[in-house]
């Protein structure tokens, strides 16, 4: 029996489609669908998961590349990869 393989996670549709359209092309077989998380009600807000058959570095290191991330993985995006985040608090309201 084989051992599942873990699943990819991503926010983005065409993150997901662009990844499963390279993987495919280096002959791995993708499974893409919608997954809702605990609490999300809009199903326009759940993630897309992708499973890879064979699971190797490989595929690690392309999802680092094309955005997705996976449950426990608790490396660190490269510095300056996030969005920018403000100074300080922003103010609103009585002037």
Request: aromatic residues 8%; glycine residues 10%.
């Amino acid at each position: 029996m084989s051992e599942r393989s873990p699943e990819i996670y991503f926010d983005e549709a065409d993150d997901a489609a662009e990844l499963v359209k390279a993987l495919t092309a280096e002959g791995y077989a993708a499974d893409l669908r919608r997954e809702p998380f605990a609490g999300e009600d809009d199903a326009e807000d759940h993630a897309w998961a992708l499973t890879v058959s064979p699971f190797d570095e490989r595929v690690v290191e392309m999802v680092d590349v094309y955005g997705g991330w996976m449950p426990g993985d608790e490396r660190l995006p490269a510095e300056g990869t996030g969005p920018a985040l403000p100074d300080g608090p922003k103010r609103r309201g009585r002037e």
